[in-house]
Structures are given as C-alpha cells and as structure tokens.
C-alpha cells in the first residue's frame, strides 16, 4: 500500500547519466550503542535480505518514487512531497499517522530512501515512534550519500532555525546505490560537491588536490570514479563521528561552513551546498585574517569550479540573530570552524561581540 503526502507539486530536473555495476562491499562500523552496516556499490533488491517486505515501511519523495516505481513495488511506502520547507514537524505528524495505519509496530523497520530531507525525517520518526524501533537508510543523492545520511544526526527544522529538533540515533545499515545518480540534475551534484569539498578542506588535502585536477563532468560519466570518490568521503565523515559520535570534540569539525550556511539557507531559500559553500567562502577569508591561512583563493576557486556560490549578499543583522539560536553557542560565544591549511580544520571559540564585527565586514 502506497501512501501520498500532497502539499505542493514541484517540477523535476534533467537527468545526469550514471550506473552503477561494481562488485558490493560490506563494512561494518561500530558506535557507541550499536553497530552500522554499511553496503557499498550495492543495488536496491538487497534490502530485501536486509529486512523482510512485511516488517518493513519505506519512507521516500515524490521525485524518487515517480522515478522508480518499480523499485518500490511490493513494498509499504509512504511518500512525501520533496524539499527543505517539508522536513517540519507537520511532516512528522502525517508520517506516524500513516504508521499507525499502516500497524507499524516495534518490529517495524523504517528505510529512509531519499536525500537528506527523507533520511532526516526518518530517522527522526524511527527514533520517537513507539520510543525507538529501527531504521536504515538508502541514500539516493549524492549529498546524502556523502553527507547526510551518515552520523546519527536526525531531525526538523523549527522555522527558520535548521535542525533544532532532533536526536542522535544510529541506522542499523547504510545501502549506496550509485544507480540512483543516474536520475539527479547537476544542480544536486553541485550540492554534494559542497560537502564533499568541505572534507578535502578540513581533512583530505590530497582530495583537495584530485579535485582540482578533475571536474565535476568527470565524476558523473566515470562511474568508478565517482564510487572511489563517494566511499572516500563516507569513510572520512565516519571515522570521526566513531570518534566523536555525541559532538564533543573533532566532531565539530564537520560544521566548516555550515554556522554561516544554516543561517542563510532557510532565510534565503537556498539549497544545502549553496548555502554552506558560501559559508565556508567566508570562513576561508575569516581563516585568512585569523589563523593566517594561505589557502582561501583555493578554495574559492574550488567552490566555483564545481558551480557553487561564493561570494554573496546577504543580511549580515538577520543572519547573526538566527546565528545567535545556533545549537553550538554558549551564551557568550561560539565554536567557529577555520583552516590552518588545506586539509586541516581547526575549532575557533570566537565571542559574538567578536564575529559581529567580523560580519560588519561582510
């Protein structure tokens, strides 16, 4: 049975040719309650030797499953409309109505099968529906893939204030299925592009460089290429969330860009990438004045290389009052993340008094 969340229809984009036909491989990390399984170069199908039809529901978009509905068939879905502005509290609701209809109970497992909204919001659902029953997710964008999907963090957004309600829970498996990118227009390359750069800038120097010796056309017509790329940067967001799963130290790391791009993204309906490659423009330059890097016309180079934003204006007053909400402040200051060099980021405890003047700038 099929279920549609309608509020709204939007348009789908021109698709970017990409299949995937490697040979799968398993890897298992452990966290600090349990154990992630994670299915490279994998297809679709296997989730049905990971969790059984009847036990299961999937949670995915209007885009997705117009797009492969033969995947789908068979399986309890639920589907949503597509988009930031959904992944809201009214979405939540609707989804554990639908559970409830559906008799979704404690030997449920949800599968998020979508991009960072879809995975958000399921993992979100999977850890408040009945107290806790579990969840996977299949990642379908490359953001997702690299990204969000990974880590443990899910939740909602509360106006214009990004993820401020949420948990950290772990899926039980992670499947990629490169055969999804095949459908994405290069606008949601672009975006995944945004973090993937944000790795090779806070931990990868010799990804900096690769990337600068390719180009984002490279990636979506070599297939194994792009596989390389996706588990290299799946690997490095997971070992340090391993080591820092509660964000309390090297953690912090992966918000380069993001204390800025939160700010902006909702406020000026901006997609994920644009807003944080902005963010981590400003941040570049901010890294420049005060750690004395030398790197920040790379990566503004970079960022525009791959066709995300750099420079831009914005309301610097607006911005620093949802700042000022940030779930990583205090109440004098907050952990900003810089550059010392390409490859390494750094956490900057900076006053507020001190980054208004830095945004006066801006």
Partial sequence: ???????????????????????????????????????????????????????????????????HKKKFKGWNTIVLKPGEE????????????????????????????????????????????MRGIRFGFVP???????????????????????NMVGLIRQPAFLLFDT??????????????????IKHACIKDAAMFRLLQQHKLSDFQKDKKLAASLIERNVLIKTKVVVGDEFEQGARKLLNYGHTLGHAIENMYELSHGQAISIGMTYAAIMSQHLKHFKGAEEVVNLLEKYGLPTFAEFDTQKAFKILMMDKKKDNVSINYILLEKIGKGVIQPLLFVQLQEIFKQF
């Fill in 179 to 196: 055969s999804f990118l095949k459908t994405l227009p290069k606008s949601e390359w672009q975006n995944g592009f945004a973090e993937i």
């Fill in 86 to 129: 959904y992944k809201i509290q009214q979405t939540v609701d609707v989804v554990i109505d639908q559970l409830l209809a559906l008799g979704a109970d404690r030997k449920t497992t949800l599968i998020g099968v979508g991009g960072g909204v879809i995975t958000d919001i399921t993992g979100y659902v999977a850890g408040i529906y």
């Fill in 140 to 162: 379908t964008s490359l953001l997702a893939m690299v990204d969000a999907s990974i880590g443990g963090k899910n939740g909602i957004d509360v106006g214009v204030y990004k």
């Fill in 1 to 67: 049975m099929t279920y549609v969340f309608y509020l709204l229809c939007l348009c789908v984009s021109k698709k970017a040719p990409l299949i995937s036909d490697l040979p799968m491989k398993k890897k298992n990390f452990t966290f600090s309650t349990t154990t992630v399984q994670y299915y490279f170069d994998s297809e679709f199908s296997y989730i049905e030797k990971l969790v059984p039809k009847e036990t299961a529901v999937i949670i995915t978009d209007d885009n997705v499953f117009a797009k």
